[in-house]
């Protein structure tokens, strides 16, 4: 091929057809995510909208969607995002369709296509992430993409939007640490998810600037779910030097130690202090009501939303990365270690 032929821009899909040696039929199979066409075919078509891009026709325009992606819809944190997304996209005359990934955190073939079929205004992906080729994918058809809370560093390409979680752990250890406690357990998320190695390292750092040794049998590392922070806390408990504090990586794992000293016998925060991550329900309304790491997850989805929003205008984003603040609520589940 040419260098003429790149500097020919976007190409109809009469010309993508031409190239590809396919009729025009096929090709706009492709363009519009049917799953009909062999799969040589298929990466054919594709490599060259990668490379010359894609001219859509008038008539074939965006549909006023929005598109939400969670790798799983369960718990009060898909709804915050989903209030947060829905209310920029009302403005926007946008409908929010949402897509559920069954628990995974990149998409399979089946979900970009459905994604090119619907031809959505935008997509926001919420703590998972398209696979590369699926990213192109998007961007060639001029589908805007941005991630919150992304799973992966944030040295990715697709703009995104997340919450200052080193901030939030070194807040929350800090606090622990204010209150006399030394003995601080940390319930992380995966050591693949960037947020909770966001959080540990924040945990670290707090027990660093103190002075205070970090112990590597007080670090525990779970998944973000109930079950954990039952599992780890009963193992914790079993320590020689128990600890006396625990901060749970989300509110979910806070559940779970709730559960754990309850079995033991103790009581929070007489007994065992405990903060969580997040502030969502039904965290004010334990007993005691739980000090945790507010996030701002409204905030963020709308934030997405609005970026998505601008991309789809033409509009360039002033920073590809949004870094929103955190913040530490104190409520009872805190007191100074037992003398």
């Not at 947020?195 to 049998?217: F, I, K, N, Q, W």
């Amino acid at each position: 091929m040419s260098s003429a032929e790149f500097r020919d821009g976007p190409l109809t899909i009469a010309q993508i057809a031409e190239r590809a040696g396919v009729s025009v039929a096929t090709v706009s199979k492709v363009v519009n995510g049917r799953a009909d066409v062999a799969p040589r075919t298929r990466s054919l078509v594709e490599d060259i909208i990668r490379r010359h891009g894609y001219r859509r026709q008038k008539a074939a325009g965006p549909t006023a969607l929005l598109e939400l992606v969670f790798h799983e819809v369960r718990g009060p944190y898909p709804l915050e995002i989903y209030q947060g997304a829905r209310r920029v996209a009302a403005e926007h005359g946008l409908a929010v369709v949402l897509s559920e990934l069954e628990g995974c955190h990149t998409p399979g073939r089946g979900w970009v296509d459905g994604v090119l079929a619907r031809r959505p205004t935008g997509v926001i992906s919420v703590f998972s992430g398209p696979t590369g080729p699926q990213g192109e994918q998007l961007s060639s058809r001029g589908i805007p993409l941005v991630l919150v809370d992304p799973t992966g560093d944030p040295g990715h390409a697709s703009p995104s939007v997340g919450a200052g979680n080193w901030s939030g752990g070194h807040a929350a250890t800090r606090h622990l640490l204010e209150l006399g406690h030394r003995r601080i357990a940390v319930i992380t998320g995966p050591e693949h998810v960037l947020a909770g190695r966001a959080r540990l390292d924040g945990y670290r750092t707090a027990l660093d600037m103190a002075g205070v040794p970090v112990d590597p049998e007080l670090i525990r590392v779970g998944d973000f779910q109930i079950l954990d922070g039952l599992k780890h806390i009963r193992e914790l408990l079993r320590l020689p030097d128990p600890p006396t504090a625990v901060f749970a990586g989300n509110d979910g794992q806070a559940l779970g130690v709730y559960r754990g000293a309850a079995e033991a016998g103790l009581r929070i925060p007489e007994d065992l202090s405990v903060v969580g991550f997040d502030d969502l329900y039904p965290s004010p309304w334990l007993t005691p009501p739980l000090t945790t790491v507010r996030q701002p997850l409204v905030e963020m989805a709308a934030t997405a939303a609005t970026m998505v929003v601008g991309l789809a205008q033409g509009r360039p984003l002033p920073q590809n990365r949004v870094e929103l603040a955190t913040e530490l609520v104190v409520r009872d589940s805190t007191a100074p270690p037992r003398r």
